[in-house]
């Protein structure tokens, strides 16, 4: 089956490093994806990984993919204030085009 | 370039009533995408079309349905509006191999 989870909260204090965690059922994800929700907007794309990939770093963000324990993780380093927002784990199932499974998104807050 | 255009921003219905909520990819995007993002369900995929046919659908009832325009753009219809149809619909395009979606900023239904 298709399910991704992750925790639903996490607060951390301006200039700490945050990571979210994610995990997904579905061992025939080709793409895995952050996507950051600001209130009253859309989805913006923070960064995406290929399933045979383990890492991936892009200036202050940092993936991490353990596709034996099906796990992901995003790590933001130097948190700012701006980055508070609801950040969603998604995966694109084999075979299925572009369709993206969400996890129920992570609220972060950062504290000045 | 222009990104993902969702029209309108809001919209009042009564139950019973038709919606009506349009999405227009970025040029050269022929995939279009929905999703619903209801409170306390998260985002959830509706309806998938590319080259103007429906390729997937979601888990949701048949009064939910679209159709893509030859320029690509994109119509979702639901039918029979009831109370927990109130959600913000997300459309989204894709770009290349990588099945990099891009989203626009979504219209919030809320039915009464």
């Known amino acids: 089956g298709e399910d991704v989870e992750q925790s639903l909260f996490l607060s951390v204090r301006e200039g700490d490093s945050s990571v979210i965690n994610c995990t997904y059922t579905?061992?025939?994800?080709?793409?895995l994806y952050w996507y950051k929700q600001e209130p009253g907007a859309g989805l913006q794309l923070l960064t995406y990984?290929?399933?045979n990939m383990d890492m991936k770093q892009d200036q202050r963000l940092t993936v991490l993919l353990n596709k034996k324990d099906k796990h992901l993780s995003l790590r933001i380093a130097d948190t700012q204030t701006g980055d508070s927002a609801i950040y969603f784990c998604?995966?694109?199932?084999w075979g299925q085009g572009g369709k993206l499974i969400f996890g129920q998104g992570t609220e972060l807050s950062v504290k000045p | 370039e222009a990104g993902v255009t969702q029209s309108p921003t809001h919209l009042i219905k009564t139950r019973g009533q038709q919606a009506t909520l349009r999405c227009s990819p970025i040029?050269?995007?022929?995939?279009v995408y929905w999703y619903q993002q209801a409170l306390g369900l998260g985002l959830q995929f509706l309806l998938w079309?590319?080259?103007?046919?429906?390729?997937n659908r979601g888990n949701f009832p048949p009064r939910f349905s679209g159709r893509q325009f030859p320029n690509y753009s994109s119509e979702l219809n639901v039918n029979a509006l009831e109370l927990e149809d109130s959600a913000l619909y997300l459309c989204?395009?894709?770009?290349?191999?990588?099945?990099?979606?891009?989203f626009g900023q979504g219209t919030r239904l809320t039915v009464v």
């Open positions: 989204a395009s894709i770009a290349g191999a990588e099945l990099e979606a891009f």
């Open positions: 040029s050269g995007h022929t995939s």
């Open positions: 079309y590319d080259e103007g046919e429906e390729r």
């Open positions: 579905d061992s025939s994800s080709t793409y």
């Open positions: 990984i290929f399933s």
């Open positions: 998604a995966e694109t199932p």
